[in-house]
């Protein structure tokens, strides 16, 4: 698949769906962080000692792809794919290879709608040419963000429409169930002995049906609160609480519990399987090309326009922030 340059018509349309959708971030800052951190454990000897050295670099640049949504028009789209556009689960109408998906609805309209799982098979690809390459500082970089957007697709809300409960009076809780949930339970509830990395024969099959999986729990997601709502009244649903220095107003904690213990685990579950997906990814791409050694890379250094380029993220991300279009 080749993304190619983009209608006027398509850029409205994506710059609209850009505003409605910045302040969701994805798993949270903390989430991202985590699932990468934790990702690294997974993998084989021949592969651990390297991102272990790198796990600071791999954890902190999980979430430059969030960043990079203030800066990149054409970012939003690669996080999620609201396929409950195309009809009914198990959406067949929507073809799952690119060119032929293109072919039937056109890149405008994959593109408005989200292009979450074929994004994730470009980035693999890129991955598995920087192992071939033994490019150390790209196989860092492209670890540390395919492991955002693999997240991204076992995220129930990044595969419907209704992300944010903006069409149900549900406003918020995109950040409620990947921020608040894992920020508040994930350290001292969460079960994160998880098996090796494994081999994926298909990571385009492998992909959709996570996808697949976080479409079918969308609907649980949004009714769940919904249901709780109607239980709790609004100063038992929120509390005020200092986040970052300032007094903001959050889900309680009491609320919050009820609605994880509702879910029946399922934020655990999806925390856990973007951990296992993750550090397969990784592996699979090292596999693919030929299993490089990795204590014989080259290009090991960062150049001056690398942290040129990570300077002026965090300055657009900064600025976005100033702008009050971050929730994280």
């Not at 800066?71 to 060119?99: F, Q």
Request: glycine residues 4%.
């Amino acid at each position: 698949m080749q993304l190619r340059p983009h209608t006027c018509k398509r850029l409205v349309a994506v710059i609209l769906l850009l505003a409605c959708q910045l302040p969701a971030f994805c798993w949270g800052f903390y989430g991202h962080r985590k699932i990468n951190f934790l990702s690294t454990f997974l993998l084989p000897p021949e592969m651990i000692a390297f991102y272990k050295q790198h796990i600071d670099f791999i954890s902190e640049h999980a979430v430059d792809p969030d960043k990079r949504r203030y800066a990149v028009l054409d970012e939003a789209p690669r996080h999620y794919i609201d396929i409950d556009h195309y009809g009914a689960y198990p959406y067949t109408e929507l073809p799952r290879k690119w060119s032929e998906a293109v072919a039937k609805f056109g890149e405008d309209t994959l593109q408005t709608y989200g292009v979450v799982p074929w994004w994730i098979q470009i980035m693999q690809r890129r991955l598995t040419d920087a192992f071939k390459a033994r490019n150390q500082v790209m196989i860092l970089k492209l670890s540390a963000e395919i492991g955002h957007y693999i997240s991204d697709a076992h995220v129930p809300l990044h595969a419907c429409h209704n992300h944010n409960g903006q069409f149900s009076n549900q406003n918020g809780i995109h950040a409620f169930w990947e921020s608040r949930i894992p920020e508040l339970f994930a350290e001292n509830q969460y079960d994160f002995m998880i098996g090796k990395a494994a081999y994926i024969p298909n990571v385009g099959n492998f992909i959709w049906d996570r996808v697949l999986e976080s479409a079918a729990a969308a609907d649980t997601v949004l009714r769940m609160e919904a249901n709780l709502t109607r239980q709790f009244s609004p100063d038992q649903k929120y509390a005020y609480e200092e986040r970052l220095g300032k007094i903001t107003r959050q889900y309680s904690t009491a609320f919050s519990a009820a609605y994880q213990q509702a879910l029946n685990g399922m934020i655990e579950r999806r925390m856990r399987q973007s951990i296992f997906a993750t550090a397969s990814f990784w592996y699979t791409a090292w596999v693919d090309a030929g299993q490089p050694d990795l204590k014989a890379l080259t290009n090991t250094k960062l150049t001056p326009e690398d942290l040129a380029e990570y300077e002026k993220l965090n300055a657009q991300w900064l600025g976005g922030k100033a702008m009050g279009k971050i929730c994280d």
